[in-house]
């Protein structure tokens, strides 16, 4: 069992509203990863950090930002939510040495 | 164009019969290759791990292979169960780089 956290598991909002999905991983990793995988598609890259105060953009161009305070957090924040962030989001965690990556349960957000 | 193509896209089978899904990548050079289940609106979970110079690996009825010459990899399921309707994701990680590339998956939906 992966000891990687993420809340809310569902979080339906407004268009317009801030919000921000929680990731914490109790393993010590220094690697951290957003994706967001809508129905039925594969996982996109959106957001990675390599340790404390590193944070770098993936493949997928979002409007998400992160933060990455201490290793344990990657926090991930909407300025003002809108129908088309409507996805699941999914929060990764790995060793440097990258041999396994474990993954959070996912927040599925709806915004309407 | 997606590096890693997963085979076939959906997949049904009765409980108790084998299957093999197939995951072709194009990735290079090639560091790892992961086989993860993923339940739908889970996150999702390491089945298997290779390298390069791994031609075969276990995990219970869960029998994954890797040709690094012909950049193919199978995933084997034995005497399958209800509990693996799933989606199955092969993931390969390039040689010095943070980035995993996520095939489609194959859905497998397994009936009584």
């Known amino acids: 069992e992966a000891d990687i956290y993420q809340t809310p598991r569902y979080l339906v909002i407004g268009t317009g509203k801030k919000i921000t999905l929680e990731c914490s991983q109790t393993m010590g990793h220094d690697k951290m990863y957003w994706y967001q995988q809508d129905p039925g598609m594969e996982l996109h890259l959106i957001h990675y950090s390599y340790g404390v105060n590193s944070t770098e953009k993936g493949d997928l161009s979002s409007e998400s930002t992160v933060s990455r305070i201490r290793t344990e957090h990657f926090p991930l924040t909407l300025e003002s939510a809108r129908p088309s962030h409507t996805s699941q989001y999914l929060c990764a965690s790995s060793t440097q040495g990258d041999t396994e990556a474990f993954f959070g349960q996912g927040t599925r957000l709806t915004v309407v | 164009k997606n590096q890693v193509e997963q085979s076939p896209q959906s997949l049904i089978i009765l409980e108790g019969k084998n299957c093999t899904l197939q995951c072709n990548y194009t990735v290079s050079p090639f560091s790892n290759l992961r086989w993860y289940k993923q339940d739908t609106g889970r996150g999702p979970v390491s089945l298997t791990i290779m390298t390069f110079s791994e031609n075969t690996k276990s995990n219970g009825r869960y029998t994954a292979t890797l040709d690094a010459d012909t950049k193919q990899s199978s995933l084997h399921i034995t005497a399958s169960q209800l509990s693996d309707s799933a989606s199955y994701i092969c993931?390969?990680?390039?040689?010095?780089?943070?980035?995993?590339?996520f095939g489609t998956g194959t859905r497998l939906k397994v009936l009584a």
């Open positions: 993931v390969v990680t390039g040689a010095g780089t943070y980035k995993y590339i």
